[in-house]
């Protein structure tokens, strides 16, 4: 059954690396599964077996580069040390510019919806890991929810506006800008939080 699984990966891999770099060519909304088949080199039949249609494979692209990115968030381990958010967000800005699919999504009205996937998302992951909301106490439950809102909007706004700067700062320079919002605006009102 190992063997299965791993040609599945390899064939799942492949249809992804051609979706990426199809967008590299032309707008998502352009792709056909015809394109995918031929950059991926697999038949038809193949595609079908893992995907509908190419907004299936755009929806698991979607999931793919959310798991991806909480992947990165499980290695961060927020302290009051600016060198490791650094480069944390270092991680966070490479992926993106390296990602094809994230950086053409987040241009497109679609976008919207995904950012609202990635914050509910995000959201979730954050308080699921965190006992920090349980100190505001029965009293004010959401404050907490608002602040993790905000502070992955702003990452993820940070973002967008690089991504529609076409790069043109140096991914250490907007790192650098993560690093100070966080060190500056947001751990030192988690640590009052957690206080």
């Known amino acids: 059954m190992k063997e299965a699984d791993e040609r599945y990966s390899t064939v799942e891999d492949a249809i992804y690396d051609a979706f990426f770099l199809l967008l590299k060519e032309k707008s998502v909304d352009r792709i056909t599964v015809s394109d995918v088949v031929k950059k991926a080199g697999i038949v038809r039949s193949t595609f079908y077996n893992h995907y509908e249609n190419i907004p299936s494979l755009v929806l698991a692209a979607e999931d793919r580069t959310i798991s991806d990115i909480f ?4 290695s961060f381990h927020a302290k009051n040390n600016r060198d490791m958010c650094r480069s944390y967000y270092l991680a966070i800005c490479n992926y993106t510019r390296k990602n094809p699919f994230l950086a053409s999504l987040l241009q497109t009205p679609r976008g919207d919806a995904f950012f609202e996937k990635a914050i509910t998302m995000f959201h979730k992951y954050v308080t699921d890991i965190s006992n920090i ?3 505001f ?3 004010d439950p959401s404050s907490f929810s608002y602040f993790v809102a905000g502070a992955i909007g702003s990452t ?3 973002l967008h506006k690089w991504i529609a700067e076409d790069f043109a700062s140096p991914a250490e320079e907007i790192a650098d ?3 100070r919002i966080f ?8 640590n009052t939080a957690a206080s």
């Open 156 to 158: 993820l706004g940070v």
């Open 71 to 74: 992947r990165l968030m499980e």
């Open 137 to 139: 106490g029965e009293s």
């Open 183 to 190: 060190v500056s605006g947001i751990l030192p009102y988690l």
């Open 177 to 179: 800008i993560l690093a």
């Open 133 to 135: 909301s349980a100190s």
